[in-house]
């Protein structure tokens, strides 16, 4: 789990408030400081483009609580229902049970003294609200700092309204946004008098002082009166402060030229983040030559209608959530705003497949990268298909394709949901739903319910037998087998997965998920002790990742290679073994790898004769397993090497003092558990134990060993699944 994000350079892409020039508002952020002290829920409320994020940011960044301080932008989120996703994500939190997220929320905050922004949640508010009720009852260490033009309607918050900046704070903003351009103002009367026609909304200085690149402060002054007559929003029963805000906005808009103001509507369809790519390609044509899209998105830029941002996927654009309103608007009075969706959808389709059939190479990173990105936009690419009639089948293609960042990058709760909404629905596409159906199966197996995943397979099963369909009875045969061998029935496990993997050969599919496939029959002839086996299996597995870039299949592969390594008291090649699972799979944000990872670096590191530190990594294991499921899998056999770390660092340190040590190690998040377990240093107080040979004892509680699967297609990709 990352661990907490002051509000400013997030994780997750948004703007860096607190680095950008914060002119003003010192009395508002002193007052605002003081009412985070003595209440647990402040709303600050206003109109659109008056500051409220940024002097939301600026305080929460001061409030400095003992456990952090976590940003949630929901402006992005246009569903409800999602909300607790969101916030979930904000925290860093990967949670591969079948909890629900507010749970999750609620199990991980307990106890803690933190404070959460809320930022951008107008449009869920109801959604919001309720998450907000209970977090408060709950969390008594909880502190809400909210940021929205309505409240949130809770009991006992308090409302913190945001007036205008005064003259002077406009026109001290004003004239820093044109040193930025390299321009020099002075508080002359021409200026103070556009900053008091904008009525000291900062989001409308802004973009006045945007134009300062053609324009000067006098030429700007003498265009206000017609713009404000022309587009005075709404009618005279409309509330002003919305007025005020529409005319600002629209003013920039007439000041664009109508290359301009057409990409403007067009951007209007992008969720979060965009790519100068998918501009071109979703906003091009039809009286706009995608050519064209550069030029004119860098005047956008210029004059701040856009802004541009340096992400982990490469530069990446964002409008401001009144700025996108906007141009939705005039999308929508278009009469264009459908066929704009359709080609977003369109793009974002072929983004997931391009990524899909990507993740098996060199550029797996890059694949977890962009899509983290384009996370956003992919749901509301989601969205469309499940909303729009026919277009069910587009929706479970999605779906699935995204099966290695559900699966592979922590995100189960959110995927398992999408499937299960595109398999709600009817569709005359057979192979999109058998997709559907063994990615359902897969995310169900890695969240630990053996019940769902099992009706999912043998729906696909049946399903691909009747369509002869020898791709999709492939992997519904191969997950079966997964299941199996998480079940403790390695028989079982080891007929489906041998006789999927002859699937595989047959109908030429080689990617991450075949090679998962033989990883999990090499971890079944390792528990039934054909460590030979298993052995020649995985190491077979890690040159072919090698040769072809592959890293999250050859970690599980090294995971197998280690246990094989212990078993056979070689705890040096174990433990380098682990550090490199450990190191990718972290990596990938694979909560389940890294776990897996940590609790065998556990057992070597008692092997090795440091019994305090390996409890230390226990505790810190357990922690990690409330976010995967099941511990172990409830697996006698994943759980036996559990078993044997605790015995034998119990047998060493005393009950109490094995006690002690675990209560160290879950006090530990994320990070500090995977950065404690690569560091791998620490005194070795104790003379070494000996590495057992033989068959390990079992026990009734555990989890095993979860891999996301890849669904590429033959030869490198994924057909129909």
Known sequence: MRGPQRPGPSADGNLPLELTAFVGRTAELGELARALESDRLVTVTGVGGVGKSRLAARAAAAAAPRDGVWRVELSAVRDPEFVEYAVVEALGLTDHTTRPPRRTLLDHLDGRRCLLLLDGYEHLVEGCAGLVAELLRRLPGLTVLAAGRRP???????????????????????AERAERQGLAVGDHAEVREVCRRLDGIPLAVELAAGRLRVLSPGQILERLDDRFRLLTGGGRDGLPRHQTLRTAIGWSHELCTGAERLLWARLSVFAGTFDLEAAEYVCGGDGLPSESILDV????LAQSVVSREETAAGVRYRMLDTVRAYGGEWLAAAGDAGRLRRRHRDWFMGLATWCELDWFSPRQSEVAARVEAELPNLRAALDHCLTEPDEAHLGQYLAGSLWFHWAGCGRLSEGRRWLELSLGLDSLYPRSR?????????VAILQGDAVAALAALQECREEAE?????????????????????????????????????????????????????????????????????????????????????????????????????????????????????????????????????ELLALVTATEGDPAEAAVLQGAAGRMWTSVGLP??????????????????????????YAECVRQGALLDGEAAVARALDGSGERPLEALPAPRGPVRRREDGAGMRKPAASPTRKGGETAG
């Open 297 to 300: 998105l860098a005047e956008l």
């Open 152 to 174: 949130l309607g809770v009991a006992g918050e308090r409302l913190f309204p945001l007036a205008p900046l005064a003259v002077e704070e406009a026109v001290e903003l004003f």
């Open 434 to 442: 058998l997709k559907a159906l063994w990615v359902l199966g897969y």
């Open 632 to 657: 172990l899998f409830g697996s006698a056999h994943y759980n036996a090497p559990h078993e044997l770390c605790e015995a034998t660092a119990r047998r060493a340190l005393g009950g109490e003092r």
């Open 466 to 598: 009747l369509a002869a369909d020898p791709t999709a009875l492939a992997y519904a045969e191969h997950r079966a087998g997964c299941l199996a061998l998480v079940t403790d029935d390695m028989a079982r496990a080891e007929t489906l997965l041998r006789s999927a993997l002859g699937r595989y050969r047959e109908i030429g599919e080689l990617n991450s998920n075949v090679l998962m496939g033989q990883v999990e029959l090499a971890m079944a002839r390792a528990f039934l002790g054909d460590l030979p086996e298993a052995v020649r299996l995985c190491e077979d597995v890690r040159r072919v990742c090698e040769d072809h870039g592959e890293r999250w299949a050859r970690s599980y592969a090294l995971y197998v290679l280690a246990y094989a390594a212990w078993r056979n008291g070689d705890q040096a090649a174990a433990r380098e073994l682990l550090t490199d699972c450990l190191g990718h799979a972290h990596g990938f944000h694979d909560l389940l790898g890294s776990v897996l990872s940590v």
